[in-house]
């Protein structure tokens, strides 16, 4: 099978889980919805729920990438079903499991995105879905930073730039963070003036970002 092809597939299966999912938890039967994710796991990704639970996300990764095949791909399907994994914890208020989904859905997502620049943009909301969800608790400052380069391709730059000042307030300035600020803005400098309006940092604030870290830095 082609890629694209497979690709494909794994869209129309999302689709419909998706469907599934929604209709199951809007009718209350939310053993049906996991039940309807966890056999999606298993057939797309090769893992059920009872592994993925108990694996670390780099465990994880070592047994997709394994299989030279579409990983990119598997990690689409994976960030997905974990999003899922995500909205029907929090449904049954289980923070800790609704936590531990959406970090490995964001994960997933990262993976995919660093790996293939053909995948499909449109799961990139899907990765913002996730960080949003988890924009109350504390991450890791490794996820922080992962965070912030989905919400930069997603071209939500608002938030990303939200994400680099909260990362300074987390670290109380710390160098390296700063120098990370610098990058992206000077990423950002490269882009059109319209895509800059578009993601809500038009390109005044971009260079007035770039005065406040020079100033963090005593330059």
């Known amino acids: 099978m082609l890629k694209n092809d497979y690709m494909k597939e794994v869209e129309n299966t999302l689709q419909l889980v998706r469907d599934d999912v929604d209709k199951n938890i809007a009718n209350g039967d939310i053993d049906k919805a996991k039940e309807r994710v966890n056999k999606e796991l298993k057939s797309l990704i090769g893992l059920d729920i009872k592994t993925i639970d108990v694996f670390s996300f780099k465990s994880i990764e070592e047994l997709l990438c394994k299989d030279v095949q579409y990983n990119s791909e598997k990690f689409i399907a994976f960030a997905c079903l974990m999003n899922l994994e995500g909205i029907i914890a929090s449904r049954e208020n289980n923070d800790n499991a609704k936590v531990s989904y959406y970090e490995k859905s964001l994960e997933g997502f990262y993976k ?9 943009a449109k799961y990139l909301e899907d990765a913002v879905e996730a960080a949003n969800e988890l924009s109350n608790y504390e991450l890791s400052l490794d996820l922080d930073r992962k965070i912030l380069r989905l919400y930069e391709m997603a071209n939500k730059l608002d938030k990303a730039e939200d994400t680099i000042f909260y990362m300074l307030r987390k670290t109380n300035n710390d ?45």
């Open 112 to 120: 995919a995105y660093i790996d293939d620049d053909d995948i499909n």
């Open 175 to 219: 160098g390296s963070i700063i120098l990370e600020g610098m990058k992206f803005y000077n990423r950002l400098k490269q882009r059109e003036i319209d895509e800059l309006k578009e993601g809500n940092l038009p390109i005044e604030e971009v260079e007035d970002g770039i005065l406040e870290l020079e100033r963090r830095l005593g330059l």
